[in-house]
């Protein structure tokens, strides 16, 4: 194993993993803001809104990532969504991992005790403020490790955001096999710096979870 080339690249794998950090969290933010609004389409009284709501969860999780960012990238200028890599690989990402999040945060709801919710309505709580003072403090706590599990497999799934072109660790990876010939050392970088990010998303779960267990 060739140590010293090892350490020779591993500066220009930090500069990427930057990258996909970067692209992870912004990924994040955007799935969890379309998390929250597809488990509140599915948990609505409209029955047209539960159908966006299907209809949205279903799409994204019922076709492979990939085939997303392509379609967004490759196909957006078709209909006229220009995107840079980046911001296609961010889009792309978010929406897929918010459908994921969107069944877990609607099951971690549907967790709370009915009881609660009769017991809100019962002292002359309305359906909004019962959910945002009864259920969703209780539901946070539950939604806590899914979401986890959820950011950890976007971490590992920005490694597709390569196939377009955006230079995180694995395009890194694979620029550097091409000149050297050495996968084993090159992408075993790559994986050292994957297992600490993900070892450091599932701190930060453990954190919060212990965290809410005794409040």
Do not use: W
């Amino acid at each position: 194993m060739d140590f010293s080339l090892m350490v020779r690249v591993f500066p220009f794998f930090l500069e990427a993993a930057l990258v996909t950090v970067q692209i992870s969290a912004l990924a994040l933010v955007l799935g969890l803001a379309a998390g929250s609004l597809g488990a509140a389409a599915k948990l609505s009284r409209s029955r047209t809104v539960r159908m966006i709501g299907t209809v949205y969860v279903s799409v994204f999780r019922g076709t492979p990532c990939l085939i997303q960012l392509f379609i967004l990238y490759f196909g957006g200028p078709q209909i006229g969504i220009h995107l840079d890599a980046f911001a296609a690989g961010v889009i792309g990402l978010g929406l897929n991992i918010g459908a994921y999040m969107a069944e877990s945060i609607r099951g971690a709801i549907l967790s709370v005790d009915k009881g609660q919710t009769e017991a809100a309505r019962t002292i002359g709580f309305g359906r909004a403020q019962t959910m945002r003072k009864v259920v969703l403090p209780q539901a946070a706590r539950l939604m806590i490790r899914p979401l986890g599990v959820n950011t950890v497999a976007l971490v590992k799934g920005s490694a597709l955001v390569s196939t377009i072109s955006v230079v995180e660790l694995t395009y890194t990876a694979q620029r550097f096999i091409g000149s050297t010939y050495k996968p084993f050392e090159i992408f075993g970088v790559a994986a050292l710096l994957y297992m600490i990010i993900v070892y450091a998303v599932a701190r930060v779960v453990d954190l919060l979870d212990r965290r809410y267990a005794l409040s």
